[in-house]
T-cell receptor, first 113, second 110 residues
């Protein structure tokens, strides 16, 4: 099993550009989530999904969209990139819920200039 | 006040030392508690769940103090490989979503 995979590993965007961060898991987990981690800080929940077709907002959802058309994939879309979105983005999955053990992908390091 | 608070450190200890981290949480009704480990520029990985009765895994011991609303992580006989950031994770509102602390950085030196 590959676990949770994320692409790209690194990305540089200009202000105003849009892009999609990809996340996939092969563990058949129902729960998936997106976090961002700024330097010296913990992870903050952006959006999450409790199953295919069901998504909800986390703590910091503004500027991001998600969709969950399959169990395996949970892409995160940046609508119009801003320098404040410079961060490391982690995707995670769980078979029991977001308040149980989560398995994280390797992260995407995004810089917005 | 943050929902989950950790001493950021850094903690610099020699090999073989015992070190303890605390993490306080704001909601007394919280039910889920974890410690994750995050190596530099890597993803977090679960280190231990924290149970009411406390639990131990080799050199690592996790404790929960509900009365004072904190959890702790004790590392005995520190190894160089223990150098990492340790994240406290709590579901503060029993809402099925976890809140991560900002992490405590540990450096173990020879």
């Amino acid at each position: 099993n590959a676990g949770v995979t994320q692409t790209p590993k690194f990305q540089v965007l200009k202000t105003g550009q849009s892009m999609t961060l990809q996340c996939a898991q092969d563990m058949n987990h129902e729960y998936m989530s997106w976090y961002r981690q700024d330097p010296g800080m913990g992870l903050r929940l952006i959006h999450y999904s409790v199953g295919a077709g069901i998504t909800d907002q986390g703590e910091v959802p503004n500027g991001y969209n998600v969709s969950r058309s399959t169990t395996e994939d949970f892409p995160l879309r940046l609508l119009s990139a801003a320098p404040s979105q410079t961060s490391v983005y982690f995707c995670a999955s769980s078979d029991r819920g977001l308040s149980y053990e989560q398995y994280f992908g390797p992260g995407t390091r995004l810089t917005v200039t | 006040r943050k929902e989950v608070e950790q001493d950021p450190g850094p903690f610099n200890v020699p090999e073989g030392a015992t070190v303890a981290f605390n993490c306080t949480y704001s909601n007394s009704a919280s039910q889920s508690f974890f410690w994750y480990r995050q190596d530099c520029r890597k993803e977090p990985k679960l280190l231990m769940s924290v149970y009411s009765s406390g639990n131990e895994d080799g050199r690592f011991t996790a404790q929960l103090n509900r009365a004072s609303q904190y959890i702790s992580l004790l590392i005995r006989d520190s190894k160089l490989s223990d150098s990492a950031t340790y994240l406290c994770v709590v579901d503060p509102f029993n809402a099925g979503k976890s809140t991560f602390g900002d992490g405590t950085t540990l450096t173990v030196k020879p």
